[in-house]
């Protein structure tokens, strides 16, 4: 069984590669590389879930930022543009990002619903919240918030 969205990027390599677009052909296949190996690893190959071709694409979209960064602060532009811009493409299949108001009012009801008080509980609050923000907030970003809200 195909997972949908490692079904969505196969097709949309396969546009890619009619259109001669280098970047989004690249980009497209270290993802579905990123996914098999995935999907290899351990002891027994198996199938992904949406969830976790979720994960891997995150991973990769972190992955690509963190590059970029280094490059830019080692002074080279063209590769930094590059892996920004592959990010971009990778992007573009993950869910849309919880705004700072959406993310807000998730950790006020993952504080009250663990009934959490002092920075200690954080760990109590991050249970909580961590499957309703999955993949629609950077970790460290939710992270930042439950601190600055535990810490009031």
Request: glycine share 6%; net charge negative.
């Amino acid at each position: 069984m195909t997972t949908t969205l490692k079904a969505q990027l196969r097709s949309d390599l396969t546009s890619a590669m009619k259109a001669r677009d280098e970047l989004r052909s690249a980009t497209i296949r270290m993802a579905l590389t990123a996914i098999t190996n995935e999907e290899v690893a351990g002891k027994a190959a198996r199938e992904l879930s949406e969830d976790e071709v979720l994960k891997v694409l995150t991973r990769e979209v972190k992955k690509r930022k963190e590059a970029a960064e280094a490059f830019a602060g080692a002074g080279r532009a063209e590769q930094a543009a590059r892996e920004e811009a592959e990010g971009e493409v990778l992007t573009a299949y993950l869910p849309a990002q919880l705004s700072d108001e959406e993310l807000q009012a998730l950790v006020d009801e993952a504080v009250a619903e663990s009934g959490a008080e002092g920075p200690r509980a954080m760990g109590a609050v991050m249970k909580v919240l961590t499957p309703k923000v999955a993949g629609r907030a950077d970790g460290s970003r939710v992270a930042a918030a439950v601190k600055a809200k535990l810490s009031q």
